[in-house]
């Protein structure tokens, strides 16, 4: 049954898509793409220096040789196709893509559903992916979330930072392989961190609308899509599934996912500049952060966003909650403007379902 859940679930991401069985790997892609790693056309032509750094650091520190993270290294290797790299590349590609998904997965497998759906609907699960709390009403919730977001990226900098000052580079995290469960793995830290980092700033260009100068006009209400108890005028503007795709031969996506590589371009090499001057000074990389944020009140639902192209795309996709029902599973509420349809999208998990079945006992 966990299949019909998978399907159901997982094709709808929560943020920027992540790695699955159904979906792309959008937040995977975009980080990979700043240290000129992953699929060609998310890869900077002048990727981050950092990466050097970080590797150099790791041949001197050794690559955790345990089982767990081991198996972790050549999951991801096997996934992206790290063919070629040394065993210290891999490990650091492997801690920041870790980092990207943990926002997502928090340490549990995409298919344990329970998890997901869970960390999903907490309000405290909310700054990372940048989107509102139940809470954060009218335009002072903007600013709330916005701030709540801060506060979180900051202190993943200030991680970061005293990291190297300190030379404790290895983090203890939560992995879980897809039908075999939790292990614990050692993580290259200033990795894990960065891709955290790495993960709110990508939702930041999927979870808001924004003006044609990148400014924020609004954030995106996830939690309150889902439970099928918003007003748009008090809550902010739905979480879009349009928005969380990251298609780059579409204009309006490349746009928007090149300013946010740009940025997190910025941030990577601020940080690489920040380590070899020894400083634990989170000031420079902070000033970044305030040009991503930059928060533009006035535009909102009764005047459209002042007509931002973001409100357009975003309309054309918004998530519809789930509701209990259909034998034992969650079914995505189908009501909405292009009517009841579901149907077509029951039929098939079920499908799928019996031809597992059909092939398990084969
Ligand atoms: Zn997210």
């Not at 959008?26 to 002048?46: D, I, K, N, W, Y």
């Not at 790791?58 to 290294?73: E, F, K, N, S």
């Amino acid at each position: 049954m966990k299949w019909l859940f998978l399907l159901l679930i997982t094709s709808h991401a929560h943020a920027f898509q992540i790695l699955s069985t159904v979906t792309n790997s959008c937040h995977e892609s975009m980080t990979l793409g700043l240290v000129g790693a992953g699929s060609q056309e998310f890869r900077q032509p002048a990727p981050s220096v950092l990466l050097s750094r970080f590797v150099a650091t790791v041949r001197q520190i050794g690559v955790p040789q345990d089982r767990a993270t081991q198996a972790l290294i050549k999951e991801m290797d096997a996934r992206f196709n790290w063919a070629g790299l040394d065993d210290a590349t891999r490990y650091v590609l492997a801690s920041l893509v870790a980092g990207a998904r943990m926002p997502d997965t928090h340490g549990f497998s995409v298919i344990d559903i329970d998890h997901v759906r869970d960390n999903h609907l907490t309000d405290s699960a909310q700054a990372t992916h940048m989107l509102r709390n139940r809470t954060d009403d009218l335009s002072d919730g903007n600013q709330q979330a916005i701030t709540r977001t801060r506060a979180q990226l900051s202190s993943f900098v200030t991680t970061v930072l005293s990291q190297y000052a300190n030379s404790q580079f290895l983090t203890q995290q939560t992995w879980a392989f897809p039908f075999y469960g939790e292990v614990s793995v050692q993580l290259f830290g200033p990795a894990f961190f960065l891709g955290q980092v790495s993960h709110s700033i990508e939702d930041s260009y999927a979870h808001t609308i924004r003006d044609s100068n990148f400014n924020i006009l609004a954030i995106s209400n996830y939690i309150e899509a889902m439970e099928d108890d918003i007003d748009e005028d008090r809550d902010g503007p739905p979480h879009s599934d349009r928005l969380d795709q990251c298609n780059m031969a579409d204009a309006f996506d490349k746009m928007r996912i090149d300013e946010a590589q740009r940025q997190l371009l910025r941030v990577y090499n601020q940080f690489d500049s920040t380590i070899a001057a020894n400083s634990q000074d989170p000031a420079a990389v902070e000033s970044i952060l305030d040009d991503v944020f930059i928060y533009q009140a006035g535009c909102v639902n009764s005047n459209n966003y002042c007509g931002s192209e973001w409100i357009a795309k975003a309309r054309e996709e918004v998530s519809k909650p789930y509701k209990l029902g259909f034998n034992c599973g969650l079914v995505k509420d189908f009501r909405g403007p292009r009517g009841p349809g579901g149907f077509g999208l029951l039929l098939l998990p079920i499908a799928v379902a019996l031809l597992l079945k059909r092939r398990l006992r084969t």
